[in-house]
Structure formats: structure tokens, C-alpha cells
């Protein structure tokens, strides 16, 4: 009979198969993506009860970074901690950040094979579409109260009116702040037993700290790249929809690395493809990197997906530890309520600024109509809705 050691190894790997099997079928967002850990990680393999997961969840939502990542890595860390999780973050991630890597070349592919890049033109207002429904579904779950809804319109008019990257974690901050300013809930922030591992928030720290001096004092392309994925992945909470009007100000209007269009195709085709949403970073960062030729077009894209990820990971290596005693401090869970009513701001923003960028066209309301009309429905996968206007404006066009 084998000792536990000699079953560790293979454990950890019909582990991390079941955690491919997750990325491969996890389409549509954090909250689609809850029920394929449900049915394959609760339900199927029994690595954790369903009110863990459900705690797991509640974790991820208080931390900033890629919910559905920081939860099925959490699982992997209460499976096999610290090293295991690292491995279900790179099986969970690689996949489809391969893919949106190779995505950032579509348009370079489409010039040398002479295509009209303009057969693309309704994958734009087809992610305006999902964006429009991130918005809905997200602002019906945060907007619960008066207050929660004085917060909403609070953050959707100040990053309306004010597109500078700073004003993104600021109104967030401001949020949280006002949410637990107003709540009546007593004993906020009663006194508990924590002791974290405080190397993992030292590193976190000192990579945001020496990302931004480099920055200031070193004009290279990757670094300001892993600067801004980096800060991307630590201020933004709730996953892919949420960090797009923060994307797109930087990396659209204020550093126009891309045009809005090459921006919105690339949402569009995160749609149409399994695994987090924030693997569009991948995309991102190589399209804004393709000046420098195809070796610095891929280090682009490197450096922007594991900016965004990294800060997630370190979080969670550093909170998982004491999370039992965490989660019986009030002021965190009440603060999250207005954190999350400002993000559901910026996302309704983000929907009307990207239809205003593509233009209100009679195609491209069409289009971003059937796309809003198709997701109420619930009847028609994101990837065959995707490949359907891929296809749509070949022909028609």
C-alpha cells in the first residue's frame, strides 16, 4: 500500500486535469464560471463542500483581482496549498492567454493575407452588447438600497466626465469609505486574532512601488506595460467586465495604443473563448506593444498577463492563511457593498463611452440590439454568437 507521499503526486495531477477541465468549459464571467467549479470541483470530485466554495467566493468578491481566478486558486491552495495553487493559476490562465496572444496578430494577419480588416466591424458593437448586459446583471445584484444607488450614480458621472486614469481606484476607494460612513451595523471593526504571512503583501507591495518608479524613470514600453496590468489587477474588483472602462481610458483614449475598434475586437473574442476574462490582457498588451515587431509584441502580451494576474495570486497567498478569522470583521464585507456599487457606475459608463467611440450607426445598434437580445435569452452560447458576426461581416461585407 502506497504512504500519502507517493499519493500526493498523483492527486495534485487528477487536481489540476479537473482544473483544465474547469478553464476549458468556463464561459461567460465570475458568475457563470461559479457553476462549472459547482458542478465539477463540488458535485463530481468532492474537493470542497458547496458553503466552502460559497465562502471562497464571498472571499475573492472583498479582494481586488479576477474573482472565478482568485476562487478556483483558492481551491487549489486549500487542496494543496501554496504550490499547487500556483500550478492551478497556470493551467486555469495559460490556455486561453495563449490564445489571445496569438489574437493580438489578427490584424497583421489580415493585411498580409489582403483582408478587408473592416470584416471585423461587428465583433465591436457585438462586445458593446456584452458589455451592456455585464452592466444589467451587475447592477441588479449591487444596487440594493438608496444608498448603494446614490453610489452607483456617484461613480458613473465622475469617471463620465473625468477619463484620467487615477480617478478609477479613487472613486472606489471613495465608495468603500462613504458605505461604511453611512452604515448603521455596529462593532465594524471588532478587534480579531490575525497572523498573515506578511512576506506575500511585502512582495505585492514592493513590485507596485518599484513598477511605478520605473515608470517615472525609464521610458520602456514593457515596463509602463506591466505598470499598468499590474495596477489594473490590484484596483479593480469583480473580474473582466469591470476592468474594461479603466483599459480602455488608459490604453484607447489617453495613450491611444490601439483604436477603439482593435480594442473592442479583442473584447469580442474573449466572449467566444473558455477561461477568465482577464486573459484579454494578453490581447491588450500585445496589440499596445506591436510598434516594436512581433519578439516585443509577444513580451507585450507576457508582461501585461502576468501583471494582471500576479497581484491576485500574491492576495490570496497572503489573506487565504487567516481568512476564517477575516471573515468576522463586519467593516470589510459593508465596505465591499460600495466598492461594488461605484464598479457597476463605471461599467453602465463604460457602455455608453464605448457606443459613443464605435458611432451609432444603424448596423452597429442592430448588432449590439440582437447581441443584448440573444444574451436575455440564454439560448445561444457566446461562441457560437461570436463565430455567427464573425461570419456576418465577411458576407456581408
Known sequence: ????????????????????????????????????F????????????????????????????????QTIVSIGYKTGGPFLALLTMLVWALPVLILMTLLSFLYQFFEQMNWDKDSLRYIGPMA????????????????????????FLFGAIVTYLIRAPWIFPLVLIIGGIISVIVSKEKELWQRVKLNPPWV?????????????????????????????????????FGGGQVVVPVMHSELVQVNQYMTNQEFLTGYGLVQGLPGPMFS??????????????PMIQILGAIASGIGIFLPGLLLIYF?????ENLKKIKGVKVSIKGINAVAGGMIGVAAIVLMQQSGFSLENIIVTFLTVLLLL????????MVLTFIIAGFLIG
Open 38 to 69: 459547482i458542478d465539477q470541483m463540488v458535485v463530481k470530485k468532492h474537493y470542497l463542500s458547496e458553503e466552502e466554495l460559497i465562502e471562497l467566493i464571498a472571499l475573492c468578491s472583498i479582494l481586488p483581482g479576477p474573482t472565478s481566478t
Open 280 to 293: 484579454f490582457s494578453a490581447y491588450a498588451g500585445g496589440m499596445a506593444a506591436r510598434v516594436g515587431g
Open 200 to 236: 506575500y503583501l511585502v512582495i505585492f507591495s514592493s513590485i507596485a512601488l518599484i513598477s511605478i518608479v520605473l515608470t517615472l524613470t525609464w521610458d520602456n514600453l514593457l515596463v509602463h506595460l506591466f505598470e499598468s496590468f499590474y495596477r489594473y489587477g490590484y484596483l479593480v
Open 377 to 384: 435569452t440564454k439560448k445561444v452560447p457566446a461562441p457560437l
Open 319 to 323: 489573506v487565504y492563511p487567516v481568512w
Open 128 to 151: 458593446v452588447g456584452f458589455i451592456v448586459m455585464a452592466a444589467y446583471r451587475i447592477n441588479k445584484k449591487v444596487v440594493t438600497d438608496k444608498m448603494t444607488f446614490v453610489i
Open 1 to 36: 500500500m502506497k504512504n500519502p507521499q507517493e499519493r500526493e503526486p498523483i492527486r495534485r495531477k487528477e487536481f489540476l486535469k479537473d482544473v483544465l477541465v474547469c478553464s476549458l468549459g468556463a464561459y461567460g464571467g465570475p458568475e457563470a464560471h461559479m457553476g462549472v
